[in-house]
């Protein structure tokens, strides 16, 4: 368990007062650890339920948290700011009941909000699991103002509402925190499965396009879903119309063109997937949000065998993150492809420490040591990518099974 932080910690008793504001549904199981982590940083604790048949109520209330009931109407925007119209402090946090506050981001948090042109701190979010979009920027600290609320009734945001105040009042300011301020675990396989979001998203946010077809930040979200259901038509056609848009955000234009360049590859339009990839990486939006992007460009490369260029973007990549396992196995491949053994060895082993699971790094380490006539470190790397595929890909196992059988090898 994290050890929280407390008011020796940081000195005096801080001036602004902090409220928590969260709306949560059936969250018995994840609501502890979000609550706890900032049980000693707020000053007050808002929870809207909207429809809890759990312990949800219950739990929120043994931390402390003051409770209100509010009825679901299919709308994320409402529900917080009816947890902002109960909110008390200067200052409001936003988490859902799958993230925790990350303590350590504290002090940079305190002297930026003690600013008095400070209107809203800009976080940086961990998205637990993902490969490859290990990060994203969130406005989810923002000053108790009655002009600042949320918008659109699915990926809802606050930031409209800051940067319509900032254009008429023009002394107020946004800080953007440089560490990782939210850790979130929501986006899992089985959250997701859980909580049924992908079915939900696409009946709120198709609904609201239909009444704003100029949206183009729902363009790209409902278009990004609809990819990554392999609805690519529908897909394309959402997100080239919210590139029509032009929209001035880069976290949109980044968002629209990564997502293109998804479609595109998925298509077999690779000259436009580049094309996409390239443009989203020359937004003007942080390296480390980018992540994807180098990585699907270099793969990009890697398949026209364009391997200095592909080398380039993997390596630009573990700058950002080095713990990116995808990149280090893809530099693996890049390796092993131009015979580079020792290399490619490195390269999968480094794969391998960040995801053990991964049955096809343990397999192409097998090759490549077979390859280098480490015969004993090859047999054993293709009995644990074996074990792996029999457990999410039996066939696959088969298969590899049989392959070293033809060649005399007992596994």
């Not at 940067?163 to 946004?174: D, G, I, K, Q």
Request: hydrophobic residues 40%.
């Amino acid at each position: 368990m994290v050890a929280q932080p407390t008011s020796e910690m940081y000195g005096p008793v801080f001036s602004q007062k902090i409220s928590l504001c969260a709306i949560v549904k059936d969250e018995e199981t994840l609501l502890p650890r979000c609550l706890q982590s900032v049980q000693n940083i707020v000053d007050e604790t808002i929870v809207v339920d909207t429809g809890s048949t759990d312990r949800t109520v219950e739990i929120a209330r043994q931390f402390g948290a003051t409770v209100y009931q509010h009825a679901w109407n299919d709308d994320f925007a409402e529900a917080r700011n009816e947890s902002l119209r109960r909110a008390k402090g200067d200052w409001i946090l936003v988490l859902d009941a799958d993230e925790t506050f990350i303590p350590g981001c504290f002090l940079e948090l305190q002297r930026a909000i003690c600013s008095p042109d400070c209107l809203a701190v800009t976080l940086l979010r961990q998205e637990i699991g993902a490969q490859q979009n290990p990060y994203s920027l969130i406005c989810r600290l923002f000053r108790r103002h009655p002009q600042l609320q949320f918008q659109r009734p699915y990926h809802e945001t606050i930031d409209e509402s800051v940067a319509a105040l900032m254009a008429r009042e023009s002394h107020w300011t946004v800080v953007s925190l440089p560490t990782p301020a939210i850790a979130h675990d929501g986006y899992s396989p089985e959250a997701i499965a859980q909580h049924r979001k992908s079915e939900r998203a696409e009946r709120i946010m198709s609904r609201y396009l239909q009444a704003h077809p100029q949206d183009a930040y729902i363009c790209s979200k409902l278009g990004a879903l609809y990819v990554s259901q392999g609805r690519n038509p529908e897909g394309l056609a959402l997100l080239q119309q919210g590139l029509a848009l032009q929209p001035e955000a880069p976290a949109i234009a980044y968002e629209l063109h990564y997502h293109l360049g998804l479609a595109c590859a998925a298509n077999h339009q690779l000259d436009l997937a580049q094309q996409h990839y390239e443009q989203a990486l020359a937004a003007k939006f942080p390296d480390v949000l980018k992540l994807a992007a180098y990585i699907n460009l270099a793969a990009l490369y890697s398949d026209r065998h364009a391997w200095t260029e592909a080398e380039a973007l993997l390596t630009r990549a573990l700058k950002i993150q080095p713990e990116c396992a995808i990149a280090h196995y893809n530099l693996g491949l890049i390796y092993k492809a131009q015979g580079n053994f020792s290399a490619a060895i490195a390269a999968y082993q480094k794969a391998i420490a960040l995801q053990p699971n991964s049955a096809e790094a343990h397999q192409n380490l097998g090759v490549v040591y077979f390859k280098q006539g480490q015969v004993l470190e090859s047999l054993a790397a293709f009995q644990q990518a074996i074990a792996l595929h029999s457990i999410d890909n039996p066939a696959e196992a088969q298969r590899l099974r049989q392959t070293l059988a033809d060649m005399g090898w007992q596994v």
